[in-house]
């Protein structure tokens, strides 16, 4: 079955950091773009980061920007996100999302969620003090 697993969330203090994982089974990660998302309570879901077949990122989110760090390994299987300087605003539910219809050349990176076919069931990450 296609399938794409999160893990890693869960509680930290401002200033803390989180590594997320995302692994995919049923089928092979490095043929495909894989993204980030997060969703806040009471907010739309945003993008958070996107990562080539070739491991080129597209940061989203200018909140984001310096502290969020996504990253793949192929050979794994693996995609990550890792999270430093954690904020309180950063609480929410993070989703890996991979895309089927990744063309070839190692530069698709889509941005939007419609573009993206293979979902997580998301990992819960809090921040508070």
């Known amino acids: 079955q296609l399938q794409v697993v999160e893990s890693g969330g869960g509680s930290a203090q401002p200033g803390g950091s989180l590594r997320l994982s995302c692994t995919a089974s049923?089928?092979?990660?490095?043929?495909?773009?894989i993204g980030w998302f997060r969703q806040a309570p009471g907010k739309e879901r945003e993008g958070v980061s996107c990562?080539?077949?070739?491991?080129?990122?597209?940061n989203y989110s200018d909140s984001m920007k310096g502290r969020f760090a996504i990253s793949r390994d192929n050979a794994k299987n693996t995609a990550y996100l890792q999270m430093d300087n954690l904020k309180p605003e950063d609480t929410g539910i993070y989703y890996c999302?991979?895309?089927?219809?990744?063309?070839?050349?190692?530069?698709?990176?889509?941005?939007?969620?419609?573009?993206?076919?293979?979902w997580g069931q998301g990992t819960q990450v809090t921040v508070s003090s």
């Open positions: 049923g089928f092979t990660m490095e043929y495909y773009a």
């Open positions: 999302a991979v895309s089927r219809r990744t063309p070839t050349g190692g530069s698709y990176c889509p941005e939007r969620g419609d573009d993206y076919d293979y």
């Open positions: 990562s080539t077949t070739i491991g080129v990122t597209i």
